[in-house]
């Protein structure tokens, strides 16, 4: 490659995710070049070989120490801000301002900027290693200082290593005969990188952001520093190493290991456990009885072991139904005493867990009657069946087909057969991904097949009770105890229908508005119906009897409890949504007033409420997950205004933190929540307590080559308007997903000692992993988080 012209600008970015460095040059040499997406510098100052320029992004702290991906310590840079750095031979500028801020470098001798036109904008592949553009993919989002060498090569080079940095360019395949800088050029290059990162830009927009480049550069002030210190939108957290060490001893580690986990997981510890103990005194009691009847002669073991799987059964049958009485749920959350001790949270787990527990007694109960008490009777001696259990039989010894066509038999296999029905048709790929199974089975899953599916459980009651009245070698009626079992939880769930029926029927939900916006969502805005009181975090079932009059669907409350409003958000992600976001556009399109009605019943308790319990919390939404921190963060920005609360920087209800991150993929999700950004962000400008972040994972994470012009600009636009050019609202906007590592160390080291609530609504795999995490920091530091997690 020839010499580069001496014609170029550096673009130092210092934003709160870290500076960036982007050149703008012109270098005929490379306008040949037909690789739209390359890596490296392709102009250098004049006199310089292409090759001889790197520009290293490099991850640290203010106090300098640098991190590698994981939010790891690995080593310490010398130097402060502003200072050339030695090394080897090689001068390295280090970059660093107190607050964000950006610095054009690199002007003529009147001071303005020497540019020459860009006919493409092309990010440019290394020079001095073709081929390996894609050698940085991993490098997390910028957090920090930038190293500029501009006099190194590969041995001198401060750090090459992906994972630490990443060379930044912007270069042009052709110039004209002007050296001055081309609107167009510009402009033409913010439309690209926007296209590139699947960001919506209008025409508009764009020349809006190249004037605001030209403006900047023109100005001859040389350094535009952003704000930063907008409270609750751009002050990152940073990382922090192990508060404690970690135990080297495998005993000490393990004890170490059970009494974190004990101390966070108690309240389910001891409800699994009472489960358990209650499951095996029951099995124990009717094994014992029946191990010293005479019947025990004829079918040795399996009796016993068939009826005391049969007690077990009664006794889960009856409470699978409590963790789905949602009313009493609720009910209940709102005494401390007993929400302190009862997870209700895990209430759907629970449920799934009893339903474990019948399936092992429906096989130990079914099984070892069908495949051994029932052929011994059929081939037991007659003797021996005459002197035993004769009587119970009517002195006559049945044939195993006798058995199993009895009323006893089957009514037994009838329920086994709609549970299995049930159980399978409420499994997780039935239910969420009906798409993976194979099309016969795929017609018949979805989550109205477990809807209506699970409505057979009223059917298997009833043919319960009529099991219990016909047992054979169980005569006396003071045995016949299904029924004292059930009837107090039966009575309980149709008495919460009964009400839930008759409260739906008496709340008015007039729609006072509808709006619908990108990526398939619906808002509805309603009137509140009089007597409605509820808490931030819980949700309300929504029917719309225009699409199903029998299904209930749960949606969480995205007003806050102090509005006059109800309003709920809700994104089409199968086949009873897709039809009402259908519906309420076409209304919407052809301006009807006359909307389609919606009934509501509620509100009901969800895990979200308990951020009452905390002084600091971390609410961690994706996608439409976010709703029931929306409605939190409204709640926290009224308690704001309340009288005291602003002198004293806390929230009505004691909370004196709140940071709450969004992780999207789409740039149209920001206008879900974007007027209540704007509210929350308004009143919350002088006492600091929320932070809120957003993530856009469609855009290459922040120090990426790919992205480095949309953060040049995002980054100089809310400087000067206080606006994120992304989302649209004081909140900025980070690229790719967040380093939770890394935002849970920052949480540890900024409050230590103390207990923060982490609360996820998303997907599992992330909720596990966060929860793997909170479990993880606890065991090697001071602070202490508590997971909660949406369960619908």
Sequence with gaps: MSE???????????????????????????????????ASLSACPSGRSASEVEIEVLFHDADGYVYDDDGCCTASLLGC???????????????????????????????????????????GRSCSSPGKAGENESASSAEGPVLVNQNSNPKRSISRSSSHGIRIALDSCERNSSSNLNEKDIKQAIMFSASLNKLSLSQDEATEYTHLI?????????????????????????????????????????TSTAIVFF???????WVIVIWLVACAALFTWKFMQYRQRLAFEVMGYCLPTAKGAAETLKFNMAIVLLPVCRNTITWLRRSRSINSVIPFNDNINFHKLVAAGIVIGIILHGGTHLSCDIPRIAMADKTIFGRTIA??????????????????????????????????????????????????????AGFNAFWYSHHLFIVVYVLLIVHSMFLFLAKDVSEKTTWVYVVIPVMIYLGERMFRMVRSMAYESKILDAMTYPGKVLSLKMAKPPGFRYQ??????????????????????????????????????????YHVYDMFHEALRCSNLDLPKV???????????????????????????????????????????????????????????????????????????????????????KQGVIEMYNYLTSVYQEGDKRSVL??????????????????????????????????????????????????????????????????????RTFTRFVFHKEHF
């Excluded at 535009?224 to 192990?242: E, F, H, I, V, Y």
């Excluded at 007003?559 to 199968?574: E, K, Q, T, V």
């Excluded at 976010?626 to 205004?641: E, R, Y």
């Design 4 to 38: 580069a012209h001496d014609e170029f600008l550096q673009v130092p970015i210092m934003s709160s995710e870290g500076p960036v460095m982007i050149q703008f040059v012109s270098n005929p040499s490379i306008a040949g070049s037909s690789d739209a997406l390359s």
């Design 81 to 123: 801000g502003g200072e050339d750095l030695e090394s080897g031979g090689a001068t390295a500028r280090l970059l660093r301002s107190p607050s964000p801020g950006m610095e054009f470098v690199e002007r003529d001798g009147k001071g303005g900027p020497k540019w020459s036109e860009m006919e493409r904008v092309r990010f």
């Design 214 to 254: 030209l403006e900047e550069i023109q100005t001859g002030q040389g350094l535009a520093k952003l704000s930063g210190t907008r409270k609750g939108t751009l002050n990152d957290l940073q990382p922090t190493c192990w508060s404690t060490p970690i135990p080297t001893k495998h005993i000490q580690c393990m």
């Design 263 to 269: 101390r966070a997981h108690w309240r389910r510890i």
């Design 391 to 444: 009587r119970d039989f009517g002195y006559h010894q049945p044939s195993y087909m006798e058995i199993v066509t009895s009323i006893e038999g089957t009514t037994g296999i009838a329920m086994v057969v709609l549970m299995l029905i049930a159980f399978l048709l409420a499994s997780r790929p039935s239910r969420r991904n009906p798409g993976s199974l194979p099309p016969l089975v795929r017609q018949m």
């Design 536 to 577: 931030s975090g819980m949700y309300v079932f929504v029917q719309c009897p225009q699409v199903s009059k029998f299904e209930w669907h749960p949606f969480s409350l995205t007003s806050a409890p102090d509005d006059d409003h109800l309003s709920i958000h809700i994104r089409s992600l199968g086949d009873w949504s």
């Design 599 to 685: 009934s509501i019943d509620g509100p009901y308790g969800a895990a979200s409420q308990d951020h009452s319990k905390y002084e600091i919390i971390l609410l961690i939404g994706l996608g439409i997950g976010a709703t029931p921190f929306i409605s939190v963060l409204k709640d926290i920005a009224n308690g704001l205004d309340k009288e005291g609360c602003a002198a004293n920087h806390h929230s009505a209800n004691g909370l004196r933190k709140a940071y709450f991150y969004w992780v999207t993929r789409e740039q149209g999700s920001f206008e879900w929540f974007r007027d209540i950004m704007k509210e929350v962000s308004a009143r919350d400008s």
């Design 710 to 779: 949309i953060s040049a600009i995002q980054a100089l636009h809310f400087a000067r308007h206080g606006i994120d050019i992304i989302s649209k609202t004081p909140v900025r906007t980070h690229f790719s997903r967040p380093n939770w590592p890394r935002v849970f160390h920052g949480l540890a080291r900024k409050h230590i000692g103390e207990r923060i609530g982490v609360f996820y609504c998303g997907p599992d795999d992330l909720g596990r992993q966060l929860e793997r995490l909170c479990h993880k920091m606890n065991m």
